[in-house]
């Protein structure tokens, strides 16, 4: 089946860097990503939809300079998580969407981001 | 505003039961519903996706229904076995947008 991969699978870095989290989609094109965040014991929320060649679409609350998301390419999206702070300590799931399936899509297995 | 909600948070039950877990949503125009299971610390695995003008799935000891007039979708699993134990999402499809909004989970525990 296809396969959605994150990189890096964890990461932990001190407070007021930046970390960049990779989507990839390994084996079919997505003209659309979901980056979606999960808090421990709470359900996925979605941040963005990320389009291929656009801008992404931000959900409301979700501070676009803070989550910058990047659509290069139809098999990558990324978000980077600027200036972080312990509360942005998350896990953090992206989701592709097969561009000849539009009713699919295929999650990756997740980054933990850990702030210090 | 769309809200999809899951009840019970957490089930326990014995190996070989079978159980329904609960799933209900406040879109009654509802595209696709999709049921996901999560184990911890892992990302998302799909189980079953019914489409609006479905109204049931199955897949194995897996089966899912789907009840538009009363808001509610169930996932019904079969002899359960301890591997079963995981975290189990439903989600509704935004429209055609592919966004998914999710309930927040069922964590089920099925001990041996």
């Known amino acids: 089946g296809a396969v959605v991969s994150q990189h890096p699978s964890w990461v932990i870095c001190k407070s007021g860097t930046s970390v960049k989290i990779e989507c990839r989609s390994l084996?079919?094109?997505?003209?659309?990503m979901f980056w979606y965040r999960q808090f421990p014991k709470q359900s996925l929320m979605l941040m963005a939809t990320?389009?291929?060649?656009?801008?992404?679409?931000?959900e409301q609350g979700v501070e676009k300079d803070k989550f910058l998301i990047n659509h290069a390419s139809l098999t990558l999206s990324t978000l980077t998580v600027t200036s972080a702070h312990p509360e942005d300590s998350s896990f953090y799931i992206c989701?592709?969407?097969?561009?000849?399936?539009?009713?699919?899509?295929?999650f990756g297995p997740g980054t933990r981001l850990t702030v210090l | 505003k769309q809200e999809v909600t899951q009840i019970p948070a957490a089930l326990s039950v014995p190996e070989g039961e079978n159980l329904v877990l609960n799933c209900s949503f406040t879109?009654?125009?509802?595209?696709?519903l999709q049921w996901f299971r999560q184990d911890p610390g892992k990302g998302l695995t799909s189980l079953l996706l019914?489409?609006?003008?479905?109204r049931e799935q199955t897949s194995g000891r897996l089966n899912a229904s789907l009840d538009k007039s009363s808001g509610r979708s169930t996932l019904y699993i079969a002899a359960s076995q301890p591997g079963d134990s995981a975290t189990y999402l439903c989600?509704?499809?935004?429209?055609?947008?592919?966004?998914?909004?999710f309930g927040q989970g069922t964590t089920l525990q099925v001990k041996p």
């Open positions: 989701s592709a969407r097969d561009a000849s399936r539009t009713d699919t899509q295929y």
């Open positions: 084996d079919f094109q997505a003209t659309t």
């Open positions: 990320s389009n291929e060649g656009s801008k992404a679409t931000y």
């Open positions: 879109d009654s125009a509802i595209y696709n």
């Open positions: 019914i489409q609006s003008s479905q």
């Open positions: 989600a509704e499809h935004s429209g055609n947008t592919g966004k998914l909004i």
